[in-house]
């Protein structure tokens, strides 16, 4: 379960996030989308515990961020969109080194089968150093899915993959939230998001302009039988009509 509170995030004198709050609930996959610099990663920063945001709260599975980093963190996974692996560590080191940080009972019981799923066997014993850009996004999901947290965020996380990643990734995001995890997802690939997310906020400007399931966000936008791309630029346009007094 995550709960985001009145979340204002400022760059100096730049508000980047204003207000912004959501819910996002055990099951469900929730699809972050907004033009550039709408805030999304910003978004995911604070909840990461990265960044520190200038008002709000923020809870992960029932902790408070600001109350127990520690707790709240280790309930988390944070999967950026351009993951950095420890060059010298091999893909099997990386899961043993997050099995010790976390303390993961069991752990070499499970690298097969995750190592399988991620397509990662046949590179085993090599070093994240000699790894593609999307092998090494896979490594961070991977690294992240090995301690099975309840929240897991991933920013942007299909660019890069080719198309067998892709299904392989939307089927373990899939199974992760059927196994009740809470899945946040941002992305720009609409159609992926309108495919695979329960719920979907729209961010621009660092407000939430809207957010529910399609159809819901539909009636408030575009009309039914309108894709998720119909209604992004309904909304965001809209909204920057409104902005512009309506000129
Ligand atoms: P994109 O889709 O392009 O990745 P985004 O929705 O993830 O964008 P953010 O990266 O969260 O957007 O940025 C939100 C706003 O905050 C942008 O206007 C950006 O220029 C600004 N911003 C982000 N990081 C910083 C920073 N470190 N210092 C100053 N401004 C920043």
């Known amino acids: ?14 508000t980047a996030v204003s207000g912004l709050s959501f819910e996002a609930h055990p099951g469900e996959i929730l699809g972050l989308v907004g033009p550039n610099g709408a805030g999304k990663t910003t978004t995911l920063r604070c909840i990461a515990g990265i960044l520190k945001p200038q008002e709000g709260t923020i809870s992960i599975e029932g902790q408070r961020l600001a109350d127990d980093p520690v707790a709240a963190k280790r309930a988390l996974a944070y999967i950026p969109d351009t ?6 560590l091999t893909v ?17 019981s499970r690298f097969d089968a995750l190592l399988e799923e ?16 999307g092998m090494r996004q896979k490594l961070a999901i991977a ?3 090995l301690r099975d947290p309840g929240v897991i965020l991933f920013d942007e996380p299909l660019t890069g993959l080719d198309p067998r990643a892709i299904r392989t990734m939307r089927d373990s995001m899939r199974a992760r939230a059927d196994a009740g995890a809470t899945v946040l997802i941002s992305s720009h690939l609409l159609d992926l998001v ?6 979907i906020l729209v961010l621009h400007r660092g ?5 529910g399931t399609l159809d819901e966000i539909r009636a408030t936008a575009a009309g039914s039988g309108a ?9 965001t346009e809209r909204h920057d009509e409104e902005a512009n007094g309506g000129s």
């Open 207 to 211: 407000q939430a302009l809207a957010v």
């Open 92 to 108: 099997v080191e990386h899961l043993r080194f997050t099995a010790l940080a976390y303390r993961v009972a069991d752990p070499e």
């Open 194 to 199: 309108e495919r695979l997310c329960d719920r």
């Open 83 to 88: 993951p950095h692996p420890f060059d010298m």
């Open 1 to 14: 379960m995550l709960n985001v509170d009145r979340l204002t995030k400022k760059y100096g004198d730049f």
């Open 227 to 235: 894709s998720l791309e119909e209604v992004f630029f309904d909304i």
């Open 143 to 145: 690294c992240a899915f």
């Open 118 to 133: 991620l397509e990662l066997t046949e590179k085993r014993d090599e070093l994240a150093s000699g790894l593609s850009r």
